[in-house]
């Protein structure tokens, strides 16, 4: 009888065993790396958070950073949860972003060989017909 039930609960114990090294380990191996990351934040690094702003941190407090973003210097204050990644040098282009220096000026659209030219908006000013 002993024999027997051992035999059922084998497999569910290696099931178990099986979640824990391939899904558990895995996922607290990376919420400590995040949480290493977050806490040895300084002032002077250049961070993107988990809602794809990018900033240059100011302050560092207890739980929240502040930071500098965009071309006037704005200050934000966020939480540290919310640092996605620190940045280092430029990003590689594999990943969809460029550096800040190329970010800010659009490419301009080249013709294309069927003759068909990209449009460009133009500003229309309202009527005074109102």
Do not use: C
């Not at 490419?107 to 133009?122: T, V, Y």
Request: aromatic residues 2%; positive net charge; without cysteine.
């Amino acid at each position: 009888m002993d024999q027997n039930l051992l035999i059922r609960i084998l497999p569910l114990l290696l099931l178990i065993a099986v979640m824990y090294f391939l899904l558990i380990r895995p996922q607290r191996k990376k919420e400590k790396e995040l949480t290493n990351m977050r806490s040895s934040l300084k002032a002077g690094d250049t961070i993107i958070t988990i809602g794809g702003i990018h900033g240059k941190v100011v302050k560092v407090k207890e739980d929240s950073l502040v930071i500098q973003v965009g071309a006037d210097k704005l200050k934000m204050e966020i939480t540290k949860w919310a640092v996605s990644q620190i940045v280092t040098g430029k990003v590689s282009k594999s990943s969809g972003a460029t550096s800040s220096s190329n970010s800010s000026k659009p490419k301009r659209l080249k013709k294309e060989d069927d003759g068909i030219l990209d449009a460009e908006i133009e500003e229309v000013q309202p009527s005074d017909a109102e």
